[in-house]
């Protein structure tokens, strides 16, 4: 039964992902860009119900239900706008992937078959591992423990999961990114014990996303190369190496993603910090900061003010740098200006942070 419930679980949080997508991506983007695009505009609402709750000190009960609401209503205005093309995404990404598996087993394979073949084995395999493996952290003390006593107490951020008594002030390392929550309430709603969600169901969606990121990276990169799919399999294949190969240190890329990816933190290292690298390279054509771009990063930033502390800040410095970047070589500030207002929410979170610290 808790497997059927954890696959359950699993399916909800990517095909809700998949029609909140379809409402801000377009479908030629593809399958994966919907899929992402809604997980993190999900994260965004997250961040924008659970802070008011938190502060009102709401229950856990209150906190589901909103968020159930919010969502559930964005997946049916998705549907009755999108219903014609919600499948085309669906049936081209499985169309194109068949016939690269048909073309391997009949020996009339390219070597863009087999760069990607290899690139998808090699990143499902890494997350094979970490859902079906069994890795205990200390770090469960509090991640963990924050969203199952949040379940059993039916609170928010009232009771320190290391003692059980109740917090004297709010916590202001981690209040502003209520991140546990996230698996709170995804075990309140499907019945999965937080453990579950944070060692089995995560891993399955956030390894493939982060590999999915670097893809996305080099066909930025290479747009204009004819080679460009065989270069950006390459690209997740080399990368997927240095990340197999990455523990030399507990704080290096590779050790977060393939062993402790539920954390926050390497979210924000693994996802959100390419991903706006990404943004900024796809739109260097670009004289002025679209509305929809503006938009996105907006999402961006917002998701990762909630997966962690130090989402506040590390996106914006990253922001910086890119326009500071961007400025020097196109000698145009327009672009690089339009950028200071994406970042509004996490300087209010920053003079949140200093006035409960």
């Known amino acids: ?10 399916l909800a949080v990517i095909l809700t992902s998949y029609f909140v997508g379809a409402l801000f991506v377009r479908s030629e983007h593809g399958l994966f860009a919907g899929i992402l695009g809604g997980f993190l ?9 659970s802070l008011p709750a938190i502060f009102l000190k709401s229950s856990l009960t209150a ?3 909103i968020i159930q609401s919010v969502i559930i209503t964005l997946c049916v205005v998705s549907f009755f706008r999108n219903k014609g093309s919600l499948l085309a995404p669906w049936r081209e990404c499985f169309m194109s992937w068949g016939e690269k598996i048909v073309r391997f087993f009949t020996f009339k394979f390219t070597p863009s078959d087999i760069a990607a073949l290899f690139a998808l084995g090699i990143v499902l ?7 079906v493996g069994v890795h205990y952290d200390d770090d469960d003390a509090f991640y963990v423990a924050t969203a199952t006593t949040a379940i059993d107490t039916d609170t928010i951020y009232r009771y320190t999961p290391f003692t059980g008594a109740e917090y004297s002030s709010l916590p202001a390392r981690y209040v502003l990114s209520p991140w546990p929550m996230l698996a709170a309430v995804l075990s309140y709603i499907f019945n999965v014990r937080p453990i579950i969600i944070f060692h089995t169901v995560l891993p399955a969606i956030l390894i493939p996303m982060s590999y999915g990121v670097l893809f996305m990276m080099g066909r930025a990169i290479w747009r204009d190369d004819p080679d460009r799919e065989i270069k950006s399999y390459a690209f997740v294949v080399a990368a997927s190496f ?4 990455g523990a030399f240190s507990t704080w290096s890329v590779g050790m977060r993603l393939l062993i402790r990816v539920w954390q926050g933190k390497t979210v924000l290292a693994s996802v959100i910090i390419p991903l706006l690298m990404m943004l900024i390279i796809s739109d260097r054509d670009s004289e002025k900061l679209s509305r929809r771009m503006m938009f996105y990063i907006t999402v961006i930033l917002l998701a990762g003010c909630f997966m962690s502390s130090m989402g506040v800040v590390l996106p914006v410095i990253e922001l910086f740098a890119l ?16 950028l200071i207002p994406c970042c509004a929410v996490n300087v209010m979170l920053g003079v949140i942070y200093l006035v409960i610290r």
């Open 125 to 131: 395999l890494q997350a094979l591992l970490l859902v």
């Open 323 to 338: 326009g500071l970047t961007r400025a020097i070589v196109t000698k145009n500030l327009r672009y690089s200006l339009s």
């Open 41 to 49: 505009v999900l994260l965004a609402l997250w961040e924008i119900v």
């Open 63 to 65: 906190l589901s239900l």
């Open 242 to 245: 240095l990340q197999i190969f």
């Open 1 to 10: 039964m808790i497997l059927i419930l954890t696959v359950v679980c699993l």
